[in-house]
C-alpha cells in the first residue's frame, strides 16, 4: 500500500513498524519538514536519490531529526543532506543536526553539514548521542561548529562510526571532530582530516571515555592532538598524524588525489579529493577484521577490499580511511539560497508501506 504525505512528519506519523519512508527529491524546510520525530518507530526514512538531491534544512534555528522514544537499529535515517541544524541550549539534548537521546538508530549515507549546537559538553553540532548505541555509517560530517564537539558528540553512549568522513568541522572548546564523555566509540575506517578547534584536540575523550579506532586516517587537524587518557585510546592499523601507540599505526602522509581540491583552495570542499593515491602508505595498511560484517564498500560505493595481497596474513587488500573521493554537493552560499526560500520544493514525502 503505498500514500501520500504533505510533509516528511506526517508520513512518519502514518507509519508503523517495518514501513519505509520514502522521500522525494526537494529541498524540505519547515514545519512538518524539519523538527522530525521519529516517534520510537522501526522504520526507514530515506531519500529516493540520495543526499545530493534530498536536503533537509533546519535554516539555522531547528534540529532536523531527534530519536529520543527508544528507537533501536531498525530505526534508519538515510541518504539526507542534513544541512543548517540547531540544536538549543541544553546539557541533556546534544545535537544540531541529528539528536539521539537513549537511543541507537541506524544514520547511513547523510551529509550533515553547517549545523551548529551551542549545548555544553559534548555538542556534538552534526550528530549528538545522549545514551544508547547508535551506528553511523557512510556519512560525511562537514564544516559543523560546537564548543566541543564540531563533529560528533557522544555522552554515555555506545556508537560505531564507520566509513565515514569527518572535516573541516570547528569547535570553540575542544574536540573539533569528536568530543566524548563516559562512552565508548569506534571508529572504523574513518578519515579525519582539517578540523579545528579553538581550545585543544581534534578529539576530546574524558570523564572515562574509551575510544577504538581501526583503519582511519587522522591528519591535518588544527591542532593535531587529542584530549583523553591515553590507556583508553586504542588505536590500530591507522594513519595518525604525530603517531599514536598501537599495532599497525603509521604516521606517513597519506597521499591523498588532491585534498585542497583542483581550486587548489581546501576551504571549498565540494571540490577535495580525499581518495588515496597510488602509493598511499594507508593502502594494504588496514586491518580487515575490524570491518564490521556485511560492509563490503566504501563512502564511494567502492570495494573496500580492492586486491588480494599475497602477502598479507589479513587476507584481501585494503586500504585504511573511509575511501571517499570527490562528493558532489552544492557548494555553501547556494545551499543557503535554497535553505532560505520561503517554501519547499517538491515538499512530499510517501509513505510506502508495500
Ligand atoms: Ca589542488
Ligand atoms: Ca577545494
Same mark, same amino acid.
Given at each position: ?67 529520543? &522514544? ?40 547523510? @551529509? ?60 570553540? &572548546? ?25 581550545? &585543544? ?34 588505536? &590500530? ?45 594507508? @593502502? ?71
Amino acid at each position: 500500500m503505498r500514500a501520500e504525505f504533505p510533509t516528511i512528519q506526517a508520513a512518519i506519523n502514518a507509519a508503523v513498524d517495518g514501513d519505509a519512508v520514502l522521500v522525494n527529491n526537494g529541498v524540505y524546510i519547515g514545519g512538518g519538514n524539519w523538527d522530525l520525530d521519529t516517534l520510537g518507530k522501526a522504520i526507514e526514512i530515506r531519500s529516493s536519490d540520495g543526499p545530493a538531491t534530498t536536503i533537509i534544512s533546519g535554516d539555522g534555528w531547528k534540529r532536523i531529526f531527534s530519536v529520543r &522514544s527508544g528507537e533501536g537499529p531498525d530505526t534508519i535515517i538515510r541518504g539526507f543532506k542534513v544541512f543548517f541544524g540547531y540544536g538549543y541550549s541544553s546539557y541533556e539534548i546534544p545535537g544540531g543536526g541529528i539528536s539521539c537521546v537513549g537511543t541507537s538508530p541506524t544514520i547511513q549515507d547523510c @551529509i550533515v553539514t553547517h549545523c551548529v549546537s551551542d549545548s555544553s559538553s559534548p555538542g556534538g553540532a552534526g550528530i549528538g548521542c545522549s545514551g544508547g548505541s547508535p551506528t553511523i555509517i557512510g556519512c560525511l560530517i562537514s564544516d559543523n561548529s560546537a564548543g566541543y564537539g564540531g563533529g560528533l558528540g557522544f555522552e554515555s553512549s555506545n556508537a560505531v562510526v564507520q566509513n565515514c568522513l569527518i572535516t573541516r568541522n570547528v569547535a570553540s &572548546s575542544d574536540g573539533s571532530a569528536v568530543a566524548c564523555r563516559e562512552s565508548n566509540v569506534s571508529f572504523i575506517n574513518c578519515t579525519i582530516v582539517d578540523n579545528t578547534a579553538s581550545g &585543544s584536540g581534534w578529539l576530546r575523550a574524558d570523564y572515562g571515555a574509551s575510544i577504538s579506532m581501526m583503519n582511519c586516517i587522522v591528519w591535518s587537524n588544527t591542532p593535531q592532538t587529542i584530549v583523553g587518557n591515553p590507556a583508553q585510546l586504542m588505536m &590500530s592499523f591507522s594513519n595518525i598524524e604525530g603517531g599514536w601507540p598501537g599495532v599497525g599505526n603509521i604516521d606517513l602522509a597519506p597521499l591523498f588525489v588532491d585534498p585542497d581540491g583542483p581550486d587548489n583552495n581546501p576551504a571549498s570542499w565540494g571540490d577535495n579529493n580525499y581518495r588515496l593515491a597510488a602509493g598511499s602508505p594507508c @593502502i594494504d595498511a588496514g586491518d580487515n577484521a575490524a570491518v564490521l560484517a556485511g560492509v563490503f564498500t566504501d563512502l564511494d560505493g567502492r570495494p573496500r577490499f580492492f586486491r588480494r595481497s599475497s602477502h598479507s596474513r589479513h587476507g584481501p587488500g585494503r586500504a585504511a580511511g573511509c575511501g571517499h573521493g570527490r562528493i558532489r554537493v552544492p557548494r555553501a552560499a547556494h545551499c543557503d539560497r535554497l535553505a532560505k526560500r520561503p517554501h519547499a520544493r517538491g515538499a512530499r514525502g510517501t509513505g510506502d508501506r508495500s
